[in-house]
């Protein structure tokens, strides 16, 4: 079993599909009010599953929801 729940994962997608210029992970977890250790697991399982991905600006680092083609999300 996943260490994140669903229920925190799809808070943290519904946060970025929202977001289209993309969040630090910072922004996501002041949005999502989740500790930091939870949001960067389930950002690994979303690059991981290629529905993210991540733009380096200088030291910080923007998660922008990736859509796909064929999908309807």
Same mark, same amino acid.
């Given at each position: &079993?996943?260490?994140?729940?669903?229920?925190?994962?799809?808070?943290?997608? @519904?946060?970025?599909?929202?977001? @289209?210029?993309?969040?630090?992970?910072?922004?996501?977890?002041e949005?999502?009010?989740?500790?930091?250790?939870?949001?960067?697991?389930?950002?690994?399982?979303l690059?991981?599953?290629n529905?993210? @991905?991540?733009?380096?600006? $200088? &030291?910080?680092?923007?998660?922008?929801?990736?859509?796909? $083609? $064929?999908?309807?999300?």
């Amino acid at each position: &079993m996943d260490k994140i729940g669903d229920k925190a994962l799809n808070k943290i997608v @519904s946060i970025l599909k929202n977001n @289209s210029d993309g969040l630090t992970i910072t922004d996501i977890v002041e949005k999502a009010n989740l500790n930091r250790s939870s949001v960067r697991t389930a950002l690994a399982k979303l690059e991981g599953a290629n529905k993210i @991905s991540i733009r380096k600006i $200088g &030291m910080a680092k923007v998660y922008i929801w990736t859509k796909k $083609g $064929g999908e309807n999300e």
